[in-house]
């Protein structure tokens, strides 16, 4: 798995694999890089590995931030307010979330390696899956 890019209401962000959290990268005259948020490994029901696997990143509503979270079977937000990032586990256990991104129905949808597609509301986290074939 390697680290994940992406420009996001104008800031550039990254995901670090290895350092388990979110960062920027603020493009002025010299180049730097500071945590958004770092998450601890011992939130989530980790099956197999305790350190978290974030895959993929996209804004949400109110200008939340919100990845999937590999290893721990859930979609997370990071508070644009707070910074505080909040778990959502996924029903299908070992479900395997990937790729997130926004709606335009205002919720995040996701997609599941074992083959579904996801839903989370991000009013109340409430997340519906839907098989999508073999």
Do not use: H
């Amino acid at each position: 798995m390697k680290n994940k890019i992406r420009v996001i209401l104008g800031t550039v962000l990254f995901l670090s694999v290895l350092a388990a959290g979110c960062g920027k990268i603020t493009t002025t005259s010299t180049s730097t890089a500071s945590t958004v948020a770092t998450l601890p490994t011992t939130t989530g029901d980790y099956y197999w590995n305790p350190k978290p696997l974030l895959y993929d990143i996209t804004s949400g509503p109110n200008r939340n931030l919100w990845f999937t979270d590999y290893n721990a079977n859930q979609i997370c937000k990071i508070s644009s307010q707070t910074g505080i990032i909040t778990g959502y586990d996924i029903p299908t256990t070992v479900a395997d979330p990937t790729a997130i991104t926004a709606g335009p129905d205002g919720n995040l949808w996701f997609t599941e390696w074992r083959n579904k597609i996801g839903k989370i509301s991000p009013t109340t986290g409430t997340i519906t899956e839907y098989p999508i074939g073999n």
